[in-house]
């Protein structure tokens, strides 16, 4: 009796999966997002990588984002990276305010 694994006719061949860009998901995707007339630069944290006692205040509830959360971090696209503002993601979704 032949012994194989493989399908014949291609049948239940898979398709290669799509390659996982690690810098990407470690980083998380940067994008655009318009809030009341502002654009922003808008980027997920896994908040891994901080230093030992980092930590940020979230600008919608003034609460510690602690180090290991996945949280937005956001900065007004025209007025730089001196903007940025680390947020819980939920409040990064019903914050509706401006940067200092
Ligand atoms: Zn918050």
Redesign the pocket.
């Known amino acids: 009796m032949p012994r194989s694994n493989r399908p014949k006719n291609g049948k239940g061949r898979r398709e290669e999966p799509a390659e996982l860009n690690l810098d990407v998901a470690l980083r998380g995707v940067k994008h655009t997002l318009v809030k009341r007339g502002v654009e922003y630069t808008v980027q997920t944290s896994s908040g891994a990588n901080a230093e030992d006692d980092k930590q940020w205040i979230?600008?919608?509830?003034?609460?510690v984002?602690v180090k290991g959360v996945v949280h937005i971090v956001a900065f007004d696209t025209h007025r730089g990276v001196a903007t940025r503002r680390h947020?819980?993601n939920?409040?990064w979704a019903s914050w509706q305010g401006s940067l200092l």
């Open positions: 979230c600008p919608h509830c003034n609460m984002i947020f819980h939920a409040c």
